[in-house]
């Protein structure tokens, strides 16, 4: 049966590509936003649907048959205010996903600190590509893939897994809605202190969702991570475990970082092997690639035909995303911002880029990112950088003095390791610091999960006006 869809904040990263599918499931869609701006925009335009600009309870005149809420949505939207008067069915993305998209589905769920976007792009690609048609919903811009989003025909449903809260009225993470009947698990660091308070409270996140899978499905899971490994033991389905280091199920023979890629050996299952070739660089993609392909072949997809595959992805945007080389400098965007990320995305542009100096400029943007706890990681993460930039915690305001990242401090430690660091007042300031040290055959990556006021391209732009 067709429904009447209201979206309020249909813009969001998550809501728009889920926008687009109920639309091709044939419901109408309408909603409501903010101003939008391009990925976003441009994918409801083309969809056709145009969204309200600010949101007005007029707007939902006549009255849905569904509303779905953003997760960023306060009770207090005018919106919200006047569904609620009405009485209206309501739902969160996540919950709004799982009932007309994964019904009936064998969703692979992946989920995890670090890397599951990368991990969710590279299995939905797989599997793509080896002919099965499968759903998808990646929350960021696959290339290569025609959109990050599809409905498919295939069992599978692919889907990230968010660990971040649904909505008002929806406190969990997102995750426990996706119904895994497979599920990898990348890895659990304490993140999104502005949701758990503690990382027992995360923990026992995962530990529900290990549980949500059922006993003929699998868990795959990266055996790097101890904290993953005891999780794993609490799955009532078979686990697999892949990674770089030994006792893992799935790991790679002579593994290489060169400036195209990886490179590693996989057994095929039958006796022999198959060498794996990736374009992305960096431990952290191989043991993504790895994710991808225990789930390809435990599935039963051909061990030549997901290598042949592996080896034609090409990347997600914003994750070590080459945007273009002038002036002789090279510069790369990543969404990098949690230490273990940074240091992973340095690490992976140092086996890159060898004997190039590299020059990290960092807005610390989530409300963890800047919370002095992570101080310490923080200066080991950055020790693979040549000169390091700081931008100004994002959310200083939010957070107390104690709780706050000390920049100036990270700075006296990065130049005690014999790193080039320095605090900037601005972004502005960023990008003049930038300009003033960067020199012919540098690398420059711009690290945030937000916007960084566009400095990847400024930065660019401005490095072609030279």
């Not at 739902?91 to 692979?108: D, I, K, N």
């Amino acid at each position: 049966m067709s429904l009447d869809v209201y979206m309020i904040a249909i813009g969001g990263t998550g809501m728009a590509p889920l926008a687009c599918l109920l639309q091709e499931l044939g419901h109408r869609v309408r909603g409501s936003d903010a101003p939008l701006y391009p990925p976003m925009s441009t994918l409801l335009a083309e969809a056709g649907i145009t969204p309200h600009r600010g949101y007005d309870p007029a707007h939902l005149e006549p009255a849905p048959d569904l509303v779905i809420v953003g997760n960023a949505v306060p009770r207090s939207n005018p919106e919200v205010e006047r569904a609620e008067e009405l009485g209206l069915e309501r739902a969160s993305m996540p919950q709004a996903l799982s009932r007309f998209l994964l019904e009936g589905r064998r969703p692979l769920v992946v989920a995890g600190t670090h890397g599951k976007t990368t991990t969710t792009a590279l299995a939905s690609w797989v599997y793509a590509n080896c002919g099965e048609d499968p759903g998808y919903l990646i929350g960021g811009v696959p290339q290569g893939l025609e959109r990050s989003f599809a409905v498919g025909s295939g069992p599978r449903f692919v889907v990230e897994g968010d660990e971040y809260n649904a909505a008002y009225f929806d406190r969990g993470p997102k995750f426990l809605h996706y119904r895994p009947q497979a599920l990898i698990l990348t890895s659990v660091e304490y993140d999104h202190a502005d949701l758990y308070p503690s990382p027992e409270a995360l923990d026992e996140a995962y530990r529900r969702l290990i549980a949500l899978v059922p006993e003929d499905g699998v868990v795959v899971a990266c055996g790097d991570h101890p904290a993953v490994r005891a999780m794993a033991a609490g799955a009532r389905s078979k686990v697999i475990f892949y990674g770089l280091e030994e006792g893992n199920d799935v790991r790679p023979a002579s593994l290489e970082h060169g400036p195209r890629g990886s490179r590693f050996v996989l057994p095929d299952g039958a006796g022999g092997s198959v060498a794996v070739e990736l374009q992305l660089a960096g431990d952290h993609n191989v043991q993504n690639a790895l994710a991808a392909w225990a789930a390809a072949r435990h599935d039963g997809l051909a061990p030549a035909a997901v290598a042949a595959a592996l080896a034609g992805f090409a990347g997600v945007k914003r994750r070590l995303e080459v945007l273009g080389t002038a002036a002789g400098v090279t510069v790369v965007d990543d969404f990098a911002h949690h230490p273990t990320a940074v240091g992973a995305s340095l690490r992976a542009l140092a086996a890159r880029y060898p004997g190039r100096r590299l020059l990290a400029l960092f807005e610390p943007r989530s409300l963890t990112a800047g919370r002095a706890f992570l101080q310490p990681a923080y200066r080991r993460a950055f020790a693979a950088a040549t000169a390091v930039r700081l931008a100004p915690i994002f959310h200083r305001r939010r957070l107390a003095d104690d709780e706050r990242l000390d920049l100036e401090a990270l700075v006296e430690e990065l130049g005690r390791d014999g790193v080039d660091a320095a605090c900037c007042p601005s972004t502005g300031a960023v990008l003049d610091a930038a300009l003033a040290w960067l020199r012919p055959g540098d690398v420059a990556v711009t690290m945030s999960s937000g916007s960084f006021d566009d400095l990847p391209r400024r930065l660019l732009a401005a490095l072609r006006r030279r």
